[in-house]
């Protein structure tokens, strides 16, 4: 008697399970997909050499700018939601095709905040590198990095003193 009541339960739960899994599937959060070149990224106002570009786009830019290459997963809920949590919150925090558009002492401090971030592995997040492999950076990787955004820092720092 007891046996098929939790029997039944199961199947119940299952077969809720199963539906809810399906009905989520037709809510999407929005891409974050913009073809036009914003004026306030980062390369349009400061020098980002090729190099250090490369580098942003394989490992950072996917949550940290307005265009993220998706990959399939991301047709798969609750996978969607979950990808997209990472993304507003990431470009929340740093969003690097509007940097312009924050004051340049938060500029400054954000640059400072990354090479902290790469100096200590914080960034890129390993949910991320898990599957991007190419991702992980390299230690000269990290160096150029760090070293570019310390002295960028620096640049935007000094600027602002001297106005
Ligand atoms: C999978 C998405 C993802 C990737 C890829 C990623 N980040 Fe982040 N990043 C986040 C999220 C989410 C936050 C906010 C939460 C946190 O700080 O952990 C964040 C926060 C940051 C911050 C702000 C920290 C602070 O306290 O102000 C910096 C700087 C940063 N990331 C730099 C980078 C750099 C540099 C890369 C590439 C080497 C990178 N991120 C790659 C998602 C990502």
């Known amino acids: 008697m007891a046996q098929t009541r939790t029997r039944k339960i199961v199947k119940y739960t299952l077969i809720g399970l199963a539906v809810a899994l399906l009905a989520i599937q037709f809510f999407h959060p929005a891409k974050n997909v913009n073809t036009v070149a914003s004026p306030q990224d980062i390369a349009a106002l400061y020098s980002v050499p090729d190099s ?23 047709n798969i809920q609750p996978v969607a939601w979950w990808l997209n949590d990472h993304i507003s919150e990431g470009k929340r925090e740093l969003n690097f095709s509007e940097f312009g558009t924050r004051p340049p002492e938060k500029q400054a401090r954000k640059l400072k905040k990354l090479a902290k971030e790469v100096q200590e592995g914080g960034m890129p997040l390993s949910s991320y590198t898990w599957i991007h492999k190419d ?29």
Do not use: F, G
Request: some cysteine; proline content about 2%; aromatic content about 8%.
């Open 52 to 74: 250090i570009h490369l580098v942003l786009d394989k490992a950072c830019m996917d949550c940290h700018s307005n265009n993220t290459r998706y990959p399939w997963y991301n």
């Open 135 to 163: 991702a992980i950076l390299t230690e000269r990787e990290k160096s150029m990095l760090i070293n570019w955004a310390n002295s960028l820092s620096e640049q935007i720092s000094s600027q602002t003193k001297s106005n």
